[in-house]
């Protein structure tokens, strides 16, 4: 149980366009969805939290209008990283928290995504 | 502020025991997770402990003194599929993961 996905894998886009990444709970309903990006060799940075039906939180630095993110059911959210540069290149990586388990219960990450502005 | 330490790397061979420490400063504390990241890859959960004392599961344990603010993941019979980076993360008094930076651990033969 607690599989997580994600969706695409890797993607390699041009700068100034926009690209999707999905995030889904396969086997529960996720009330918080987090994303975190992480560069190579650097820690887990936490972008944003998002609750189910309601606007995500930014972490301080994280530019809302550029990574916009929406959680619209208790399986799937999704970031869009709008008007992409190379500077945004990263692993982009998402974790669920369960339903009705607590604030407490245990982050389960997806696979990743692998962005490479060209 | 709120801080996590552990080692930034560490070395053990093939077969052995290797203790990976963290100390934790949060605001709150509502509980510590180990997780454990092979390059290129995203975390997988290992474990979490939000009472005092030690938790096995397997090859793997994780021990917690929420008095003294540390905790420790304790690998043992190492293989060398254990290579990669182990985080600790603690649970503050809003519900936010504060993440170590992670130890990388490296098995020799």
């Known amino acids: 149980g607690a599989v997580v996905s994600q969706h695409p894998s890797r993607v390699i886009c041009k700068s100034g366009t926009s690209v999707k990444i999905e995030c889904r709970s396969l086997?529960?309903?996720?009330?918080?969805m987090f994303w975190y990006r992480q560069f190579p060799k650097q820690s887990l940075m936490l972008m944003a939290t998002s609750n189910e039906g309601s606007k995500a939180t930014y972490e301080q630095g994280v530019e809302k209008d550029k990574f916009l993110i929406n959680h619209a059911s208790l399986t799937l959210s999704t970031l869009t990283v709008t008007s992409a540069h190379p500077e945004d290149s990263s692993f982009y990586i998402c974790?669920?928290?369960?339903?009705?388990?607590?604030?407490?219960?245990?982050?389960?990450f997806g696979p990743g995504t692998r962005l490479l502005v060209l | 502020g709120q801080n996590i330490d552990q080692p930034t790397e560490m070395t053990a061979t093939e077969g052995a025991i290797v203790q990976i420490n963290c100390t934790y400063q949060t605001s709150g504390f509502n509980g510590l997770f180990w997780y454990q990241q092979h390059a290129g890859e995203a975390p997988t959960f290992l474990s979490y402990?939000?009472l005092d004392g030690l938790e096995e599961k397997g090859r793997f344990s994780s021990f917690l003194s929420r008095s003294k603010g540390y905790s420790y993941l304790l690998l043992k019979e190492l293989q060398m599929k254990d290579s990669a980076s182990y985080l600790c993360?603690?649970?503050?008094?809003?519900?936010?993961?504060?993440w170590g930076a992670g130890t990388k651990l490296i098995i020799k033969p």
């Open positions: 086997d529960f309903q996720a009330t918080t």
């Open positions: 402990n939000v």
């Open positions: 974790s669920a928290r369960g339903l009705g388990q607590g604030v407490s219960e245990t982050q389960y």
């Open positions: 993360a603690a649970l503050d008094s809003n519900y936010q993961l504060i």
